[in-house]
């Protein structure tokens, strides 16, 4: 079954408002999860890591204003994509591990389809 | 910068024949890598993993192999069902430093079995 949850799995908004995404893990404890950003056809691309208690780590390019991560508690991790655009219209996809970098691989949440109109 | 790239990005097999799914990777420091298979709308589903200590790790009807004098990672399915048409992607674990923990992608292979 599935170990981590992500909500809303899909969403339509207007071109300048803000969309909150929230990834919950399930039955286990993350200090860190992954966000990614998936264009169709294309491979996914890191864009941050959330850190529980403390503040994100984007990856070069990925605008933090932008993008803001909040990782409040050991199960949750929102991504809120502010003041949206029509090229931010993607898939977006949480990841999380169960355990140890090296004794689990990153799971997946089953991704929001953001449509900015 | 480094990164993990695919050989193929289709791949169309008979139902019941074997598949064989091929990716290079770049970044000599990554020691853990995973093999992810993407059904259209859904998220990546973890299919098998192999660190960089082994060479050759058997699933259920999944075969990794590991190559790191080439640097090349393979997926093998055997007897390839419908069921298994989908995106697969390999992804390699980075290493130490800053990076750690980090899942790089490589591009992915679109596989469609007919029946």
């Known amino acids: 079954g599935a170990v981590v949850s992500q909500h809303p799995s899909r969403v339509i908004c207007k071109s300048g408002t803000s969309v909150k995404i929230e990834c919950r893990s399930l039955d286990f404890q993350a200090t860190t999860m992954f966000w990614y950003r998936q264009f169709p056809k294309k491979s996914l691309m890191l864009m941050a890591t959330?850190?529980?208690?403390?503040?994100?780590?984007?990856e070069q390019g990925v605008e933090k204003d932008k993008f803001l991560i909040n990782h409040a508690s050991l199960t949750l991790s929102t991504l809120t994509v502010t003041s949206a655009h029509p090229e931010d219209s993607s898939f977006y996809i949480c990841?999380?591990?169960?355990?140890?970098?090296?004794?689990?691989?990153?799971?997946f949440g089953n991704g929001t389809r953001l449509t900015v109109t | 910068g480094e990164s993990v790239g695919l050989h193929l990005p289709t791949l169309s097999v008979q139902e019941g024949d074997n598949s064989i799914i091929n990716c290079a990777y770049s970044n000599s420091a990554s020691d853990y890598f995973i093999w992810y298979k993407q059904e259209s709308g859904k998220g990546p589903q973890f299919i098998i993993d192999?660190?960089?200590?082994?060479d050759k790790r058997q699933g259920q009807r999944v075969t990794v192999l590991l190559n790191k004098t080439v640097k090349h990672l393979s997926l093998q399915i055997a007897a390839t069902q419908p069921g298994d048409s989908a995106v697969y992607f390999c992804?390699?674990?980075?290493?130490?430093?800053?990076?750690?923990?980090?899942?790089?992608f490589g591009q992915g292979t679109i596989l469609t079995v007919h029946p």
């Open positions: 192999i660190r960089s200590n082994m």
């Open positions: 992804a390699e674990n980075n290493a130490g430093g800053t990076s750690y923990g980090k899942l790089t």
């Open positions: 990841s999380a591990r169960t355990g140890g970098v090296y004794n689990s691989p990153l799971h």
């Open positions: 959330s850190n529980e208690g403390s503040k994100a780590t984007y």
